[in-house]
């Protein structure tokens, strides 16, 4: 039997779930409400997929706090919070001892790797899922997948050896999962999973458009490769020597056409976005270096301007 603790309502990350080949229970732990799209009181789950069909969730206990589940051993631990939220929480898991095989965060985020150090231990193992998938609560109440391209997962921490982490999960994925034991070739996937989001999800978000205009409109594919641009230079400056073509960037904007941003789904439930760790880490990464990226502060900036106008602050 399979464990499996989901901590948070993030529908990309419970979309993962998704892709394990289990059959077992599932708990959901609720960790703040206001976070939620609806409160789950069924016994499941429900994912709809359009190419594969719908997935049924086992849910065998619901619990509001993470000190209601102390000395509890977990297979999984899945972080489905916000970025920014992942210290708060892997701090509580090691206060209340909960023990796991893995702690796994579906994120293209940089730099979460130097937040995570200061909370690693030596018996928990932090995984990374990443991958260019969109999900969203629907009106039903269900999980939605609306774009996948399946996942690749591997160590978040270059330090650690996770040779039986990879053995345990091996036994229970699809095919649509890749382990990666390269460290180096996952930052690369992290490195254009995060430039492309930042290319096409913050623009999208800020201009209130549909994903389809960013290439329709020739101003919008010139902010897209000036991005781009800035986030290849910052990933090379990093030792990160990796390429993107405009025009795949392009195809995966005209695949999705008529969807909106998926950062809006944080801004319908009224928290911040994550844009401090695509757009700002771009940012960042390039001045430690010495350089700076004008066009991504200028996104992060605009999208700080407007959580501040909707009054969207980190509670």
């Excluded at 690749?152 to 382990?179: A, C, E, M, P, Q």
Aim: with cysteine.
């Amino acid at each position: 039997m399979v464990s499996i603790l989901v901590v948070g309502d993030d529908p990309v990350s419970i979309a993962f779930l998704s892709e394990l080949a289990i059959e077992e229970s599932v708990w959901v732990l609720l960790t703040n409400t206001n976070y939620f799209q609806k409160n789950i009181t069924s016994s499941e789950l429900i994912i709809e997929n359009k190419a594969s069909g719908l997935r049924k969730l086992e849910i065998s206990g619901i619990s509001s706090s993470l000190y209601e589940l102390a000395g509890e051993e977990f297979d999984i631990i899945l972080l489905a919070v916000p970025v920014y939220n992942y210290r708060e929480y892997i701090e509580q898991i090691n206060q209340v001892g909960l023990t796991t095989k893995c702690i796994i965060m579906t994120t293209a985020a940089l730099g979460i790797d130097r937040i995570l150090k200061k909370v690693w231990k030596e018996n928990k193992s932090f995984l990374r899922a990443v991958g260019l998938n969109i999900a969203r609560w629907n009106q039903a109440g269900n999980i939605e997948i609306i774009y996948e391209e399946g996942w690749y997962v591997g160590s978040l921490l270059s330090r650690t050896s996770l040779n039986h982490t990879y053995f345990f999960l091996n036994t229970i994925i699809s095919d649509k999962i890749k382990l990666v034991n390269d460290y180096r070739k996952l930052t690369n996937i992290v490195w254009l999973h995060n430039i492309t989001y930042s290319a096409l999800f913050y623009p999208a978000l800020i201009l209130g458009s549909k994903l389809g205009f960013l290439v329709e409109n020739l101003y919008a594919r010139e902010l897209i490769n000036k991005i781009i641009d800035e986030g290849l230079r910052a990933a090379r400056l990093n030792n990160c020597h990796i390429s993107i073509n405009y025009g795949d960037v392009y195809r995966i904007a005209r695949s999705l056409r008529d969807t909106e941003s998926p950062v809006t789904y944080f801004w319908q439930r009224n928290i911040p976005s994550e844009v401090d760790y695509y757009n700002g880490a771009i940012v960042e990464l390039s001045l430690e270096k010495g350089v700076k990226a004008p066009v991504n502060e200028v996104m992060r900036l605009m999208v700080k301007i407007l959580e501040n106008m909707r009054g969207i602050v980190r509670s």
